[in-house]
């Protein structure tokens, strides 16, 4: 059946614009509806409209596109990410060159500090915070490699994102960038979750002061939200943003499904609910050109509530007399945003994963689909594959 969904027909010339939701009800007019406009859901509706020939619906309940990278003007005219600071990234030549065709690149390698013991030093880890921290003068890797080895503290079975950390740089330094923060960020000690999510971060013994290493490292000139209004605006595909997907009848439904939201609650959270972390998010302007010297500021320590601080005209080249930040404080309420990767979490996604496979006609992705806690690169190139693999047994049933 998805096959003959996937059956290329060239665009309707003459697609009606869909209408507020209420007049959804009725006859259906596209083949593929997608719940969420954030990178799973608008790339899907893109290639679906644009390479398959489908007209698309797209839903988002929110009242804007771009999902959790949405970016606005403030009330003082300064581009914020509503969401919190997203900086792209990736080594795929090709998520960097599809995304690139709507949205020029604004070359931008992010760097990020950690207030420790009254200082800031870089964060990851590198040969200036060692020397910051602990008053030495370290020249070589060779040096500051063998200063690791004396801290590290082996551990012969590395499982937890304490075991990752520990193992390689010694419980001091674990306590002092990793400890206080993660236990601020997911409510929960490192020795209580997977060993990939400290493992984001790694150490240097160079002085390589950069957040990430990518090939490709760049901001959307014109913002996100710009970028994803270019790669919606394609006949073939409807937009009806304020509209919860589980509104829609089963008949308003396309042939196809593609659901980027939380893959519990599509199945009426019938298991127990997945465990998502959310923030809540301070928003400033202040009156001064810049506030601090980075786009982003960590703070480690578990007696400040905020875990990070964003001044967002480093990451967005904005000129403007005025400076917006924002404060991250972690929650358990709120907009899920963070699978939180854990044994027992994965064990009950993979049961809602198991409903998924048998649930006809209907594809799950993008972060809370898939349950991942994935970048925005990885999400697009999930959502692409996606898209490739199910073209690809197009040739197969055309022929039978
Ligand atoms: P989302 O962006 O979450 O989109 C899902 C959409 O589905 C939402 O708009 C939601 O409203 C909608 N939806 C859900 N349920 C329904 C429903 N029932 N009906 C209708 N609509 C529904 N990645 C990076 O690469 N670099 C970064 O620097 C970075 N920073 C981040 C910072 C924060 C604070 C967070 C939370 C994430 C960050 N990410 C970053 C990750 C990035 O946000 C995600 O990889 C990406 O946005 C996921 O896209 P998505 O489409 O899967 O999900
Ligand atoms: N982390 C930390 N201290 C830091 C930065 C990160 O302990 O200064 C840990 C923390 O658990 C965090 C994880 O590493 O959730 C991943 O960090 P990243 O910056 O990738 O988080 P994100 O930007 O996805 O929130």
Redesign the pocket.
């Known amino acids: 059946h998805l096959d003959r969904v996937l059956g290329k027909h060239p665009p309707s010339a003459s697609v009606v614009k869909l209408p507020t939701p209420p007049t959804l009800r009725g006859a259906k007019r596209h083949d593929v509806t997608i ?8 790339v899907l509706a893109r290639q679906f409209a644009e390479v398959s020939g489908k007209r698309v619906l797209l ?4 009242p804007h596109v ?4 949405f970016d606005c003007l403030d009330d003082a005219g300064v581009l914020i990410h509503r ?7 990736t080594n795929s030549d090709d998520v960097f060159a599809w995304l690139g065709r709507f949205t020029e690149w604004r070359p931008y390698e ?1 760097r990020v500090l950690a207030r420790v013991g009254g200082k800031s030093v870089p964060m990851p880890i590198n040969r200036t915070t060692l020397n910051a921290l602990y008053g030495l003068d370290m020249q070589s890797d060779a040096e500051a490699e063998a200063f690791l080895a004396r801290k590290a503290e082996p551990v012969a079975d590395i499982r937890t994102s304490r075991d990752v950390v520990v193992n390689a740089i010694g419980t001091e330094l674990y306590e002092t960038f990793f400890q206080g923060y993660t236990r601020k960020q997911w409510g929960l000690d490192p020795s209580q979750l997977d060993k990939s999510v400290t493992a984001r971060v790694p150490t240097r013994t160079n002085t390589d002061d950069r957040y990430f290493t990518d090939k490709h490292q760049a901001m959307p000139r014109e913002g996100y939200t710009r970028m994803f209004e270019r790669m919606l605006d394609h006949p073939g595909i409807e937009l009806a943003l304020g ?4 509104d829609l009848k089963p008949a308003e439904r396309g042939a196809l499904t593609v659901y ?3 893959i519990d ?1 599509y199945f009426g959270h019938r298991f127990g609910t997945l465990p998502y972390r959310s ?1 809540q998010f301070r928003h400033e302007t202040l009156d001064r050109a810049q506030f601090q010297p980075v786009a982003v500021v960590n703070f480690p320590a578990e007696d400040v509530p905020h875990t990070r601080i964003t001044e967002y005209k480093h990451l967005t080249g904005q000129v403007h007399a005025r400076t917006s930040i924002s404060y ?1 404080y972690p929650s358990a309420e709120g ?4 699978p939180i990767p854990r044994p027992e979490n994965q064990a009950l996604f993979r049961r809602y994963d198991a409903l998924a496979a048998a649930e006809p006609n209907v594809i799950f ?5 898939s349950y991942r806690y ?6 697009v190139g999930q959502a692409l594959a996606i898209h490739r693999r199910l073209t690809a047994r197009q040739p197969a049933a055309d022929a039978m």
């Open positions: 719940c969420g406009a954030g990178f799973a859901g608008s839903v988002d309940r929110r771009a999902g959790n990278a969401y919190g600071p997203h900086i792209f990234h992010h509209t919860d997907f589980h980027t939201g939380p609650a923030l991250e907009d899920p945003y963070y992705a993008g972060r809370l689909g994935y970048n925005m690169d990885q999400v």
